[in-house]
């Protein structure tokens, strides 16, 4: 059975940076494109950027560039995602999702979410 | 970027009622369309791959047209289950690989 595991919930001070996780199991973790999406609340849904965890090939949204990194450790089929100085504007929360990528592309499984609160 | 604008970014219907959700794209992006649906406090879920291929296991009264710029999502006998905010995503040209603005169905 495929899954994608968050880790749990994080509340954080503005300035602090911090790294969240996303592990796959049940496939290839190496084979298939991990993707990051933000949802602040209330709100709908904004692509933050791509992980090919086979060669490390990232791509981001332009909106996310600079912002956040994403990287994978495909020894432990584990993707993150992290800030080096949070705001309180990325109190959201954020899912991974695998990118199932052949002559047609989708996100067909996701993680449950990791809620990030940012405040001082 | 490729923009997606979805109508009606809100919609009232009932039980049984036939309901269609517009997705338009700023560009052409071929059948490079997918359709989730969210739930509150629940991650997306796929409905819909390439513009009108039914992910496995979705119901069959979910159904999904179109190519180039302008797309249809349609729920042909809306059941409670249904109720949800409805999202499509263009995976044609990235990054970034674009989400609509949402369409919440509620129920009237």
């Known amino acids: 059975e495929v899954q994608l595991v968050q880790s749990g919930a994080e509340v954080k001070k503005p300035g602090e940076s911090l790294k969240i996780s996303c592990k796959g199991s049940?496939?290839?973790?190496?084979?298939?494109?991990i993707g990051w999406v933000r949802q602040m609340p209330g709100k709908g849904l904004e692509w933050m950027g791509i992980?090919?965890?086979?060669?490390?090939?990232?791509r981001y949204s332009p909106s996310f560039q600079g912002q956040v990194t994403i990287s994978a450790d495909k020894s432990i089929s584990t993707a993150y995602l992290q800030w080096s100085s949070l705001k309180a504007s990325d109190t959201a929360m954020y899912y991974c999702?695998?990118?199932?990528?052949?002559?047609?592309?989708?996100?067909?499984?996701w993680g449950q979410g990791t809620l990030v609160t940012v405040s001082s | 970027d490729i923009q997606l604008t979805q109508s009606p970014s809100f919609l009232s219907a009932s039980v049984g009622d036939r309901v269609t959700i517009t997705c338009r794209a700023s560009?052409?992006?071929?059948?490079?369309l997918a359709w989730y649906q969210q739930k509150p406090g629940k991650a997306p879920k796929l409905l819909i791959y390439?513009?009108?291929t039914l992910q496995s296991g979705v119901p069959s009264r979910f159904s999904g047209s179109g190519s180039g710029t302008e797309f249809t999502l349609t729920i042909s006998s809306l059941q409670p289950e249904d109720f949800a905010t409805y999202y499509c995503?263009?995976?044609?040209?990235?990054?970034?690989?674009?989400f609509g603005g949402g369409t919440k169905v509620e129920i009237k």
């Open positions: 999702a695998r990118m199932y990528s052949s002559k047609v592309k989708y996100f067909d499984y």
């Open positions: 049940g496939y290839s973790f190496t084979s298939y494109w």
């Open positions: 992980i090919y965890p086979g060669d490390s090939d990232t």
């Open positions: 560009q052409g992006i071929s059948s490079y």
């Open positions: 390439a513009a009108s």
């Open positions: 995503q263009q995976l044609n040209s990235y990054p970034p690989l674009t």
